[in-house]
């Protein structure tokens, strides 16, 4: 079993950042891909970005490519997810999935954190 807590979220003005954190603990993840989904109102959950955990492959929606970077601390079992130059359109309810597969499907994940408000404001 694997658990997932993310946290970081929160309000901020267009233009601003927000790092949320990804806490896993469990099973090792040495084989697992960490992604970052998103999810808005009356919207279906997408893809932001994820990271190979022993690979560090890494991969964005292109609607974050260059704004967003994730990035993982393997000794605290953490993935981040940094967030600059954000935009009203990036708020979401942020979750954070662990997989066998890099995958940018949200079906191939197994394990879900909570999930964490960002709001950005115009």
């Known amino acids: 079993q694997v658990q997932l807590v993310e946290s970081g979220g929160g309000s901020v003005q267009a233009g601003g950042s927000l790092r949320l954190s990804c806490a896993a603990s469990?099973?090792?993840?040495?084989?697992?891909?960490i992604g970052w989904f998103r999810q808005a109102p009356g919207k279906e959950r997408e893809f932001v970005a994820l990271?190979?955990?022993?690979?560090?492959?890494?991969y964005y929606a292109d609607s974050v490519k260059g704004r967003f970077t994730i990035s993982r601390d393997n000794a605290k079992n953490i993935v981040y997810l940094q967030m600059n130059s954000l935009k009203p359109d990036d708020t979401a309810v942020y979750y954070c999935?662990?997989?066998?597969?890099?995958?940018?499907?949200?079906?191939?994940?197994?394990?879900w954190g909570q999930g964490t408000q960002v709001t950005v404001s115009s």
């Open positions: 990271i190979r955990w022993e690979r560090s492959v890494l």
């Open positions: 999935a662990a997989g066998f597969r890099t995958t940018t499907r949200k079906s191939e994940y197994d394990y």
């Open positions: 469990g099973r090792t993840f040495s084989t697992y891909g």
